[in-house]
T-cell receptor
Framework: DQQVKQNSPSLSVQEGRISILNCDYTNSMFDYFLWYKKYPAEGPTFLISISSIKDKNEDGRFTVFLNKSAKHLSLHIVPSQPGDSAVYFCAASEGAQKLVFGQGTRLTINP | GAVVSQHPSWVICKSGTSVKIECRSLDFQATTMFWYRQFPKQSLMLMATSNEGSKATYEQGVEKDKFLINHASLTLSTLTVTSAHPEDSSFYIC????????????FGDGTRLSIL
């Protein structure tokens, strides 16, 4: 039972354009959502989070949108840079503790 | 700077060997640490919650006698894979939850375990 799903295993975007990564969840008890970035052979690095009381959170080039009715969140990166190439995981939790991760989306930024 | 240090980063050993992985919280005390496992091209799956001074809480399907967790101090949790077999080969990652600082989980760089 995959409670957090990232249906796109990979995404390719041209440098300077917007990257949009999507994530769906099924557990309505989740109240905290996060995006992590991961390089091979390294642990995930926190990017941005959002609580269920908000529908948008912005930090520099990164914006996370939450649509609770659709149980959907997305990460927007604009403008995309070559250094953004990595695997992106969305994660969800009840109360910011035990995290449930999606399968990840490999983002490739092309020059 | 790094919040979590995980050691070793890579282990190759023979089947039947027990392997210990250390996870250290640098600069901060952590009463709660988490252990995850990631198989190739799959998601990170929570294995257990490590609580300082008490027994770890294991997720469903994770054998507690196979994966021994010790959280004897506020800065160190260890995961011991006992009598490891090839199917235990995976990427093991720990994380630290700094509740008092209200921060998201910080992850170590992981340990690549290969059992021959």
């Amino acid at each position: 039972d995959q409670q957090v799903k990232q249906n796109s295993p990979s995404l390719s975007v041209q440098e300077g354009r917007i990257s949009i990564l999507n994530c769906d969840y099924t557990n309505s008890m989740f109240d905290y959502f996060l995006w992590y970035k991961k390089y091979p052979a390294e642990g995930p690095t926190f990017l941005i989070s959002i609580s269920s009381i908000k529908d948008k959170n912005e930090d520099g080039r990164f914006t996370v949108f939450l649509n609770k009715s659709a149980k959907h969140l997305s990460l927007h990166i604009v403008p995309s840079q070559p250094g953004d190439s990595a695997v992106y995981f969305c994660a969800a939790s009840e109360g910011a503790q035990k995290l449930v991760f999606g399968q990840g989306t490999r983002l490739t930024i092309n020059p | 700077g790094a919040v979590v240090s995980q050691h070793p980063s890579w282990v190759i050993c023979k089947s039947g060997t027990s392997v210990k992985i250390e996870c250290r919280s640098l600069d901060f005390q952590a009463t709660t640490m988490f252990w995850y496992r990631q198989f190739p091209k799959q998601s990170l799956m929570l294995m257990a919650t490590s609580n300082e001074g008490s027994k770890a809480t294991y997720e469903q399907g994770v054998e507690k006698d196979k994966f021994l967790i010790n959280h004897a101090s506020l800065t160190l949790s260890t995961l011991t894979v006992t009598s490891a077999h090839p199917e235990d080969s995976s990427f093991y990652i720990c994380s630290v939850y700094l509740r008092d600082l209200n921060q998201p989980q910080h992850f170590g760089d992981g340990t690549r375990l290969s059992i021959l």
